[in-house]
């Protein structure tokens, strides 16, 4: 039974942090992504790991202040989303393997 659950989206300040979780189940990961779509936008890819190596690729917009991980005991991925901007707010989801996709969580940058 494969699942793909996201958490930790919100309502939080520019400047502040926020973590999103993504907890696969029901099969093994060997490689997840973290994409975000805003609204009237396309959706676009933010960062990547491997499972193996844990080799990381970035969105020039978020480097330098996301950073993507992951927990194999666990089967889970984060994303650590530091100094957000308005311009971070958006629905982000997660996928697995090329194929399984997140319910998506929605992350709202704003005063």
């Known amino acids: 039974q494969v699942q793909l659950v996201e958490s930790g989206g919100g309502l939080v300040q520019p400047g502040g942090s926020l973590r999103l979780s993504c907890a696969a189940s029901g099969f093994m990961p060997y490689l997840m992504n973290w994409y975000r779509q805003a609204p009237g936008k396309e959706r676009e890819p933010v960062a990547n790991i491997t499972w193996a190596g844990g080799n990381t690729k970035y969105a020039d917009s978020v480097k330098g202040r996301f950073t993507i991980s992951r927990d194999s005991a666990k089967r889970t991925a984060y994303l650590q989303m530091n100094s957000l901007k308005s311009e971070d707010t958006a629905v982000y989801y997660c996928?697995?393997?090329?194929?399984?996709w997140g319910q998506g969580t929605q992350v709202t940058v704003s005063s």
């Open positions: 996928r697995a393997n090329h194929i399984y």
